[in-house]
């Protein structure tokens, strides 16, 4: 594998309008060199067998019945609001006609 040079990281940041000194300069190649690297060596596993996946454990859903109930706190939590009218919070307008 070809090592980063300065000026491929410099022409990154650029396009990136990143202002690096040259210490992070260094530093950053010396990175990108550690991660592709990384991507070399896990590119030398064989996964032919492997079924994909989006993550490492098998989600699934859980779906309840939608049910309307009735809350035995709905005055309590009304009195909480700066308004209302009826049983229901009195909002201002927002909307012109």
Known sequence: MTKITKEEVKKVAQLARLELDENAINNHAEQLEKILDYI?????????????????????NVFRKDENKNSEYTEDLLELGPSIEDKYFKVPKIINE
């Open 40 to 60: 070399k060596q896990l590119e030398k596993i064989d996964t032919d067998d492997v079924r994909c996946t989006t993550r490492a454990i098998e989600v699934i």
